[in-house]
């Protein structure tokens, strides 16, 4: 491909990729996203995650969100904005993955299948999550890896003690940034070391040997990955909150909420399948071909294709699945890491599927030819139906996106989209979230302390004001462990922080049942007895805004 060629194809990558989350920069907050949003803002006012601001999550996303506030200003569409150049150059690291692999050809076709399908994927609830960062260091970390292995070269220097250390120490490195946004991403670390062997030699008795050095090569880039961290926790006192909060902590979260079954499992990861439009069996079909030596039956596997280096990003794949499967829980936006090696195993099955065509239509011997009509009629209703059922997807985004973009809705009814109610139990309405924060900043300086009881730290980030705990939202006081030293201390410590820093609101929240909650805010009050009291005794209902009810304190001679 020549340089202007390769240049016109990255630039439409890059302008497709602009285009596509293009909606996405007016779209709100959900629960999970005020959260990061609230500790991000503090990070860039001297806060310290886990010390100052609770969350079991480790503290890459909160990073992500302090740099978009710094960047473009404290916005949600800052978010959006980082994140379509995070997606840009995420697709870009594809492209050079997929050109190592296979070629120009996949590599493009793998970026910008990334771009479209996280699109089509991953609504507003799902994006600015912590898995969506995943996507970068995972392929990062593909990418190092097998470019510290020469293996497009023939002779014997293919294998053995030509792996270059510096690379694999960053492949390394990449794998622990993974895990500073989702603790499972140290499977991909895994299914590195686990591929060393085959990549250290030809032969099996020596494989274990020669693969001891790139493996710790492995290791110690994965190690260095920490040293920032802790260091900036160390340096703050909070090293002992971090640990508590994303270690310990989520001793007693893990599995909670989902489906961890056998049943469960194969439930979840057939939605996920289904979901994934094109991409799935398209990765299927290179899989398979794979497997069985084959471009489609048509055309035989290159030496190339035989390489281990595409069983890696068939295991890439896998293991990307096993975080996914073991945290059981299966929410759409968990699957966001497996996106990048579907995407190339996906490009891939694109190429098998132009090649088995391209035979089809060119001369061959009269006795294939009765196969042409069948193989292509077979692609091309594959292709229209993909393409109805995208049409029919998309539709209802379109609808909702596009009138707001043309300037023919108000930005009041777009809002009112983004919600959900799910039998009146579940429910989340930004509006809803919006309106309490613009009537909490009416009536309360930016000095005065605002606690939200339930998932709604959104609330204080929208309204800016800071919450009187470091308890930002209500589960570690609530979760159904009663029995846990953790709960116990945790409720010592809110309520000494309530009596020290007295909130000018405490807005209590309904019908915000949601998997690792069966019970409402609301209603779990009743089971903090002291919280209760204190509310009781010092707090009036002042208004009902939706499912947020807030209550005022009163004057001291009131009491």
């Not at 508590?244 to 194969?266: C, D, K, L, W």
């Not at 429910?427 to 919006?434: D, E, T, W």
Request: charged fraction near 15%; charge should be positive.
């Amino acid at each position: 491909m020549s340089f202007r060629a390769k240049a016109f194809w990255l630039s439409l990558l890059i302008l497709v990729t602009i285009l596509a989350n293009l909606p996405l920069l007016y779209q709100p907050f959900g629960r999970d996203q005020g959260i990061f949003a609230y500790i991000g803002d503090g990070l860039n006012h001297g806060l310290v995650p886990y010390r100052d601001a609770w969350d079991h999550k480790p503290p890459g996303i909160y990073f992500v969100y302090a740099l978009a506030f710094s960047l473009f200003g404290r916005e949600m569409t800052s978010l959006r904005l980082l994140e379509t150049i995070y997606m840009a150059v995420t697709a870009l690291a594809l492209y050079l993955l997929g050109r190592r692999w296979r070629g120009e050809a996949v590599g493009l076709a793998a970026a910008f299948l990334y771009v479209l399908g996280s699109a089509w994927l991953f609504e507003w609830w799902d994006r600015a999550q912590a898995e969506i960062y995943m996507a970068l260091p995972s392929v990062l970390a593909v990418y190092f890896f097998l470019a510290a292995w020469p293996w497009k070269r023939a002779g014997p220097a293919q294998r053995g003690w030509a792996a270059t250390p510096l690379l694999l120490a960053l492949a390394g490195f990449a794998s622990g940034v993974l895990v500073y946004f989702k603790p499972t991403g140290i499977t991909v670390l895994g299914c590195l070391f686990l591929a060393t062997p085959f990549f250290a030699s030809k032969e099996w008795r020596r494989a274990l040997w020669q693969a001891v050095w790139p493996a710790s090569a492995l290791a110690l880039g994965f190690g260095l990955s920490f040293v920032p961290l802790g260091a900036y926790f160390a340096w703050n006192g909070a090293l002992g909150d971090l640990v508590q909060s994303v270690i310990e902590f989520n001793m007693y979260h893990a599995r909670t909420g989902g489906n961890p079954t056998v049943a469960g499992t194969i439930s979840g990861t057939l939605d996920f399948l289904g979901n994934m439009n094109v991409l799935a069996p398209l990765a299927m079909a290179s899989t398979a071909a794979m497997a069985l030596g084959s471009k489609g039956g048509l055309a035989p596997l290159t030496p190339l294709e035989r390489d281990r280096a595409s069983w890696l990003l068939v295991a890439w794949l896998f293991f990307s699945a096993v975080g996914i499967w073991l945290q059981g829980k299966f929410f759409s936006y968990h699957w966001s890491p497996v996106l990048p090696p579907l995407a190339l195993l996906a490009a891939d099955g694109l190429r098998r599927i132009r090649a088995d065509v391209a035979m089809s239509v060119g001369p061959s011997p009269a006795s294939e030819s009765r196969g042409r009509p069948l193989l292509l009629g077979t692609y091309g209703l594959i292709a229209l139906a993909y393409l109805v059922f995208l049409v029919q997807e998309e539709r209802v985004k379109l609808g909702r996106d596009l009138p707001y973009l043309l300037g023919q809705t108000s930005q009041r009814e777009y809002l009112a989209n983004f919600g959900h109610n799910i039998l009146g139990r579940d429910v989340y309405s930004f509006l809803a979230a919006q309106d309490t924060a613009r009537y909490l900043r009416q009536h309360t300086t930016s000095e005065d302390y605002v606690l939200v009881w339930g998932f709604q730290a959104l609330v204080n980030f929208l309204a800016d004001r800071r919450s009187p705990t470091r308890f930002i939202f209500n589960y570690p006081l609530t979760f159904d462990q009663p029995e846990s030293e953790f709960r116990i201390v945790a409720r010592r410590r809110f309520l000494k922080d309530l009596a020290d820093k007295r909130p000018a609101y405490i807005v209590l929240v309904t019908n915000d049942v949601n998997p690792i909650q069966p019970v409402d805010s609301h209603t779990l009050v009743e089971g903090f007895p002291e919280f209760k009291r204190l509310i009781q005794k010092q707090y009036r209902l002042e208004k009902d805004i939706a499912d947020f009810h807030l209550y005022r304190r009163v004057a001291e001679k009131c009491i």
